[in-house]
């Protein structure tokens, strides 16, 4: 299939491949300790992930993220040490897909969070693999993508198309779906990315209320950030808001400096030498991942300045226990998801934050897509 956007998928991985940091800039980026870790939490992955390959969990969307772990650590399916791992992950992903192309198998209010994180990982599997099972998979994961979208350009929990969008959170998941596709070949409707840019936009709210559709030069005026659903904002959604702009192509988008303040002044006050016993702000797995995705995106001075953090508190909070191999190297993540599918999101997204550096998936080698702003009207 061609794609109207396409960037070159460098494809670094041969037969077997070590997890070193090859792209890492240097060891202000990768550590010995956080590499370390990593590969600590990669064997617990690997240790109790199970037969069925789904780590006791039928949120597709988790199985993914596990899958996605490996991946971002340069471990490609049916390859070397954890080839079986991450082809058991991706089998049983694929093998639940529906005819439809959803690709939840748990309860319908998480249609869309399990089938937006589950065809994201996909996508990178196949930028990296181009296995024709996973390319058949992705085409009706988008188009499933595409017919629910809401005629505001957001999207509901369930599968379904309606008048108006639930929330930034869900937007956010089909936004590192589809651009995670773009980046692989696969085709995009330029229409849908635009209306799910304006979608975005709404969900901005100024100290005064304003989200800058109407009047943008009085919304850059003030402080603000993106919110969940217009109300309070939260660091995950100031790092969610700015996820979707850069992957959407919206470089330039006032909004982004805005809520990356927003980020940095959380992260620099939490994790100053004795707060909060050297917690952060977004030590939930669901926050640190959308974090951790906003600043390398951006990158520069902001990366450069705020990853460190990120990386030397999951060093120091990842669960080390060389007398009991359940709790080795995992890290614990209960306040969305219980028991061991908690423990895999955790670990698996501390795993993916650290291998950042790697560069290894195709969404981190992603170039710039000004082909889709030439295509969008801007505002």
């Not at 840019?197 to 603000?224: D, F, T, W």
């Not at 004795?274 to 030590?283: D, S």
């Given at each position: 299939m061609r794609s109207i956007f396409k960037t070159t998928v460098l494809l670094l991985l041969a037969v077997s491949v070590s997890a070193s940091s090859v792209l890492a800039e240097g060891e202000w980026e990768v550590t010995p300790a956080s590499e370390r870790a990593l590969q600590k939490g990669l064997e617990w992955l690997a240790r109790n992930q199970g037969p069925e390959g789904n780590w006791n969990s039928n949120d597709l969307g988790l199985v993914g993220m596990g899958a996605l772990a490996f991946l971002s650590a340069g471990y490609l399916p049916g390859r070397g040490r954890y080839g079986n791992t991450v082809q058991r992950a991706l089998n049983f992903v694929t093998r639940n897909a529906k005819p439809s192309g959803l690709l939840n198998i748990s309860n319908a209010q998480r249609d869309m969070y399990n089938h937006g994180l589950a065809a994201f990982a996909l996508g990178q599997a196949y930028g990296m693999t181009n296995d024709k099972v996973l390319s058949n998979v992705l085409d009706k994961s988008l188009k499933l993508i595409s017919n629910t979208q809401a005629e505001d350009g957001g999207w509901d929990y369930r599968a379904r198309r309606q008048g108006r969008g639930?929330?930034?959170?869900?937007?956010?998941?089909?936004?590192?779906?589809?651009?995670?596709?773009?980046?692989?070949?696969?085709?995009?409707?330029?229409?849908?990315?635009?209306?799910?840019?304006?979608?975005?936009?709404?969900?901005?709210?100024?100290?005064?209320?304003?989200?800058?559709?109407?009047?943008?030069?009085?919304?850059?005026?003030?402080?603000?950030?993106?919110?969940?659903?217009?109300?309070?904002?939260?660091?995950?959604?100031?790092?969610?808001?700015?996820?979707?702009?850069?992957?959407?192509?919206?470089?330039?988008?006032?909004?982004?400096?805005?809520?990356?303040?927003?980020?940095?002044?959380?992260?620099?006050?939490?994790?100053?030498?004795?707060?909060?016993?050297?917690?952060?702000?977004?030590?939930?797995?669901?926050?640190?991942?959308?974090?951790?995705?906003a600043l390398y995106q951006v990158g520069g001075k902001r990366w450069r300045e705020s990853y460190p953090r990120l990386r030397d508190y999951l060093v120091a909070s990842q669960m080390l226990n060389a007398g009991e191999s359940a709790q080795d190297g995992l890290w614990r993540d209960h306040k969305r998801v219980g028991g061991q599918p908690g423990d895999l999101y955790g670990t698996a997204v501390a795993c993916f934050v650290l291998a950042m550096p790697n560069r290894y998936l195709p969404i981190l080698q992603e170039g710039k897509i000004d082909s889709i702003a030439s295509k969008l009207k801007k505002k």
């Open positions: 639930h929330d930034l959170s869900l937007v956010v998941m089909q936004a590192k779906a589809l651009r995670g596709a773009m980046d692989s070949g696969l085709e995009v409707s330029p229409e849908v990315v635009g209306s799910a840019i304006q979608s975005v936009r709404r969900y901005y709210k100024s100290r005064s209320g304003k989200n800058g559709l109407s009047n943008p030069k009085a919304a850059m005026l003030e402080a603000g950030q993106f919110t969940y659903s217009g109300g309070h904002g939260t660091l995950a959604m100031a790092a969610c808001g700015v996820v979707c702009l850069q992957e959407f192509g919206q470089y330039a988008d006032w909004r982004i400096g805005k809520n990356l303040d927003v980020i940095q002044a959380a992260i620099g006050r939490d994790s100053s030498p004795g707060a909060r016993n050297g917690k952060l702000p977004c030590e939930d797995a669901y926050t640190l991942y959308y974090v951790g995705q």
